[in-house]
Structures are given as C-alpha cells and as structure tokens.
T-cell receptor, first 115, second 116 residues
C-alpha cells in the first residue's frame, strides 16, 4: 500500500512552454502533498506544500507564479512549470503524507529538460 | 533550508560488511526518517524513529537517535550490492503546525556503494 505515482516520468520541452506534472496517491487519500526539486547529486529541496482545497504554501525563494500548484482532490496534486527555461531543468519529486503512519510516500519523480 | 548534515558523503564497502551513516540536525524534532534513493529514481521510506525512541530495527536496518546530540545513525548490516544507493535522513520539526505540519527537511545524503 501507500503508492504514489507521477506523470510524466520525463519530459523535454522548448523554452517558454509550460509543463504540467501530476502526482497521484493510488491507494490512500492525502490531504497534504509536497513538491520537491532535486539537482544532480544533491539533496531534495522542498518547493511547496500542497493542501487539498486550499492554496499551496511555498518555500522562501520559490516563485508561486512560476510553479503553479493545484490540489483539487484528495488523490491528485499538479505542478505546472510556467514559461519554462533551461535553468528549470531538474528532477521534480512529489510526496503524499499518510497521516496515520506519519510518513511521506514519494513518487518516482519527473525529469524535466528544457531546451 | 536544509538543516541535516550527513557523513560520510560517500561510503564504499565490500559486500557482507556493515555500513554506518550518520546524520545531524539543528532543531527539536518530532521524528526522524531515513530514505533510500536509487540513481534517478524516487525515494523509498526505510524507517521512522520518533523523538522519544532511542533505537529501532527493521530487518537489516538499525537506527539510533540521540536527541541530546541531535544526531542519528543508520546501520545496514551484512550489506549487499543491491544496497547501493543514496541514503537521506529527514526530520519533522517538533511543534510544527499549520502549513509546516509534516514538512520534511532533508540532509545532504550519503552515497553508498557496495562492491560485490
């Protein structure tokens, strides 16, 4: 149990386009989901906390207008990278918190390459 | 900001040996968790230890927590080549409420290589 999926697994896009990444909790409901980005050989950095039915909370230095987060249901959160640029190329990982266990379960990640 | 620091940054051992990784943190915590990440993949939750616990076991994994020193260690016994991965500790801050509830702060990670 506690499986989280992400789609797509990898995406290549042209500079200036927008990319949407989906995060789904497959077998549990998650009122809270988290979005991270990870550069090569580095740790995960939290971008924002997504709460179902309310606005996301962004970490300091993360532009909310550039990284749009929507958590419309208890099993789905989306991250849209708007007007993507090459410096947005990274590995984006979501997680969903299973409150009963106190642990977060991570998706397999989405590798974004902006040309 | 990343508050966890792990050492060593990289660890290379032979199959069958034990691997020990350490993690230090700065704030009071509710719990500390260890995750594993294979190259280019998502994270797998390994074990969670609460602030009132000192030691926890799961299979070949042993985790200790010393809240007085704000440190934790992960021991993998009888390592296997398949244990090769990056290992991260992550903390949940104590008394974090509201939008910070459940938020994980990750350490920099230890890259473990187990040679067959």
């Amino acid at each position: 149990g506690a499986v989280v999926s992400q789609h797509p697994s990898r995406v290549i896009c042209k500079s200036g386009t927008s990319v949407k990444i989906e995060c789904r909790s497959l077998d549990f409901q998650a009122t809270t989901m988290f979005w991270y980005r990870q550069f090569p050989k580095q740790s995960l950095m939290l971008m924002a906390t997504s709460n179902e039915g309310s606005k996301a909370t962004y970490e300091q230095g993360v532009e909310k207008d550039k990284f749009l987060i929507n958590h419309a249901s208890l099993t789905l959160s989306t991250l849209t990278v708007t007007s993507a640029h090459p410096e947005d190329s990274s590995f984006y990982i979501c997680s969903a918190r299973l409150a009963a266990r106190g642990a977060q379960y991570f998706g397999p990640g989405t590798r974004l390459l902006v040309l | 900001s990343q508050q966890g620091e792990e050492d060593p940054q990289a660890l290379s051992i032979q199959e069958g040996e034990n691997a020990t990784m350490n993690c230090s943190y700065k704030t009071s915590i509710n719990n500390l968790q260890w995750y594993r990440q294979n190259s280019g993949r998502g994270l797998v939750h390994l074990i969670l230890i609460r602030s009132n616990e000192r030691e926890k076991h799961s299979g070949r994994l042993r985790v200790t927590l010393d809240t007085s020193k704000k440190s934790s260690s992960l021991l993998i016994t009888a390592s296997r080549a398949a244990d090769t991965a990056s290992y991260f500790c992550a903390t949940v801050e104590a008394n974090a409420g509201g939008t910070s509830y459940g938020k994980l702060t990750f350490g920099q990670g230890t890259i473990l290589t187990v040679h067959p």
